[in-house]
């Protein structure tokens, strides 16, 4: 990309999405505990006047958390936002926003009732030009001021419930790069004391909605300031890889000559600070990271501690860890056993599905063997390798939800770890998410990944959903009948029986793709005929 167009980008100045509202980061909306902006559209809060939304009262779960947090009232993300906020406005229909002047993800159009699907691709299926707009763009967002969100330099309790404001403006990557942190950091008990068992974005059912909401707010973000409504953030594979194939100054910057934790000077990644990776720092002050430049990007990858990490993940792996068909299970964090959150998450053995805290496994796998700023949980997020990396992670999320379909019941309502649990909103997001919006495919919030896509239905299949599904319900009224009825009753009960299964076994193959078949990646496959 040329010097000319890199500074054409970095004059582009547009409202950013992340944590406290600028509207609200004052001391009348934090004594009144009260978030609700007007909305530029007709100046009204929420967009009432225009039946966007209205002012409401949070409406917290009542849920029973997991014992892993023995306290209460002590850390500000408790039952989040509350300590901040308690009345926020709640959105209509597809409107969204922390003044309900954007669309929910999949939705645009003045009145947000245009469905769209994007898609995101390989990094390297991006041609030359998409991959140089693609860094420009990481560029741009390390360099332009968030307008809309501003980031707290301390506790509640240490602005004094509102009277003593401390906030700080960051730019729109290091905003994303401090939500992380903040969702993951140490609890502050107050003197030198810590409480390290708690995160409310990893080790738990969260992670991968967390992540997954992360990811579309960043993506959202990027179109905005650029103007660019089709981006999407692109994914490395890193299945079976021998190496760090995106380390390279073509790019995500390739070593230095010099020092091989540095990343080459020819990368402009070389020239980022990175924020909020001095915890222990942190904590001995009893203070929250304030963004301040902490030095440059770290990275060696491969030289990390083998006996951890021995290699990058294998497509073997992350197939069994598909096969999993529990989602959550038994303590429901980085102990839990046969889990399909824990095995991609890491913690358990990708080849067993029993937990193993002293190995780290696919998505922890990544973060260990770049062995430098991703490495450290709450400061991962300045390396941006991170955003290629949970993109990829969030696919084998998507597949497994399309293999295994599960309802929403299937995440944990109550005992999870704290914040976990299905209706707890996730930290630190205003506007206010729950853990379960996140949890459904990836097309009903507007995007898809490439090598996902399945083919189109056509019209007939349509027309016969309905009907194949009425046979799929009726099939165990038919076998009880088939059990009490006559010879007769028994002879017609089965075959009505047999030929329904037919059908539904046949629906099963057209419609239940699997994204791991030859159909899912685009590949050509004889579709049995329905007649």
């Given amino acids: 990309m040329s010097l000319f167009a890199m500074g054409f980008l970095l004059v582009i100045l547009q409202p950013s999405t992340g944590q406290f509202p600028r509207a609200c980061a004052n001391t009348q909306s934090l004594l009144r505990k009260e978030c609700c902006p007007l909305w530029d559209g007709d100046g009204s809060p929420c967009g009432e006047s225009s039946n966007r939304g209205a002012c409401q009262a949070i409406l917290l779960s009542q849920a029973p958390l997991g014992p892993q947090f023995p306290f209460s009232g002590v850390d500000d993300r408790e039952d989040w936002p509350s300590v ?35 898609t995101r691709r390989n990094i390297f299926q991006l041609t030359n030009s998409e991959k140089d707009k693609f860094l420009a763009y990481l560029n741009l967002a390390k360099n332009t001021p968030s307008q809309d969100y501003v980031i707290a330099t301390g506790t509640h309790t240490q602005m004094n419930n509102g009277s003593n404001l401390m906030f700080r403006n960051i730019n729109m990557y290091d905003l994303f790069v401090w939500m992380h942190y903040y969702a993951s950091r140490d609890t502050l008990l107050g003197g030198s004391n810590v409480w390290r068992d708690i995160d409310f974005a990893h080790e738990a059912p969260g992670f991968l909605p967390w992540h997954r909401l992360f990811l579309l707010l960043w993506e959202r973000e990027i179109q905005k300031i650029t103007g660019d409504e089709n981006f999407t953030i692109p994914y490395w594979d890193w299945r079976d890889a021998e190496d760090c194939v995106v380390c390279t100054d073509e790019y995500m910057g390739g070593r230095h000559p010099a020092n091989p934790n540095l990343l080459s000077p020819a990368s402009f990644f070389s020239s980022w600070q990175v924020i909020c990776t001095r915890s222990e720092e942190y904590n001995s002050q009893q203070s929250l990271c304030n963004a301040t430049s902490e030095g440059p990007i770290l990275r060696n990858p491969g030289n990390n501690d083998k006996s951890r990490t021995p290699r990058l993940p294998s497509s073997a792996e992350v197939e069994f860890c598909l096969s999993l068909t529990q989602y959550e299970s038994g303590s429901m964090d980085k102990m839990a056993n046969y889990s399909f959150r824990n095995t991609l998450e890491g913690f358990a053995d990708p080849r067993t ?57 299937v995440y944990p309502a109550a005992n999870a770890p704290i914040g976990h649990n299905r209706e707890n909103y996730m930290v630190p997001f205003i506007p206010l998410y729950r853990n379960g919006e996140f949890f459904i495919p990836s097309r009903e919030l507007g995007y898809d990944y490439e090598y996902l896509q399945e083919p189109a239905l056509d019209s007939f299949q349509e027309f016969l959903i309905p009907y194949l599904e009425q046979a799929r319900q009726i099939w165990p009224w038919l076998v009880g009948a088939a059990v009490i009825g006559g010879d007769e009753t028994k002879w017609y009960s089965s075959t009505l029986n047999r030929d329904a299964f037919r059908e539904v076994a046949t629906l099963e193959n057209v419609y239940r793709v699997d994204s791991n078949s030859p159909e899912a990646s685009g590949a050509t496959h004889d579709f049995p005929l329905l007649v």
Wanted: hydrophobic share 35%; net charge positive.
């Fill in 84 to 118: 901040f906020y308690n009345r926020t406005c709640k959105c209509k229909g597809n409107f969204m926003g922390f003044n309900c002047g954007e669309c929910k993800f999949g939705f645009s159009g003045l009145n947000c009732t245009e469905r769209r699907l994007r």
């Fill in 353 to 409: 599905a029993i937990s193993n805290i002293s190995q780290s496994g696919l998505h922890n796998a990544l973060h260990i063997y770049m062995n430098g700023s991703m490495s450290q949980v709450q400061g991962s997020a300045n390396d941006p390798i991170f955003l290629l990396h949970h993109a990829f992670v969030d696919s084998i999320f998507e597949r497994w939800l399309r293999r295994h379909r599960p309802i929403l019941e």
